[in-house]
């Protein structure tokens, strides 16, 4: 079974940057797109951003512009760049294939907050 472990959160003010790491321990980011997803409190898990296998990306519109998502499939990780974050991007952030097969991993939290 694949193992999704993200690291990289934390607090940060308004204005500022983070990086999100995510490694899987199996090859599924080499078989299926792979795909950042949020749960903000009292909110649904939600797409933030993904990229299939042929390299597409898609961004959620609240983040379009802020952040990027990169992956290393040889790796088996992805990783997203977080820039000019708001208090609205607080939330626990997980990975996953895109769209979403494996089980869900613990996830980071990202706490923008001045």
């Known amino acids: 079974q694949v193992q999704l472990v993200e690291s990289g959160g934390g607090l940060v003010q308004p204005g500022g940057s983070l990086r999100l790491d995510c490694a899987a321990s199996?090859?599924?980011?080499?078989?299926?797109?792979t795909g950042w997803y949020r749960q903000a409190p009292g909110k649904q898990r939600a797409l933030v951003a993904g990229?299939?296998?042929?390299?597409?990306?898609t961004y959620a519109d609240a983040v379009q512009g802020r952040f990027t998502i990169s992956r290393n499939n040889a790796k088996n990780t992805v990783y997203l760049l977080m820039s000019r974050l708001k208090p609205e991007d607080t939330a626990v952030y997980y990975c996953?294939?895109?769209?979403?097969?494996?089980?869900w991993g613990q996830g980071t939290q990202v706490t923008v907050s001045s």
């Open positions: 990229v299939t296998r042929a390299g597409s990306i």
């Open positions: 199996g090859s599924i980011f080499s078989i299926y797109g």
């Open positions: 996953n294939s895109y769209p979403a097969l494996a089980s």
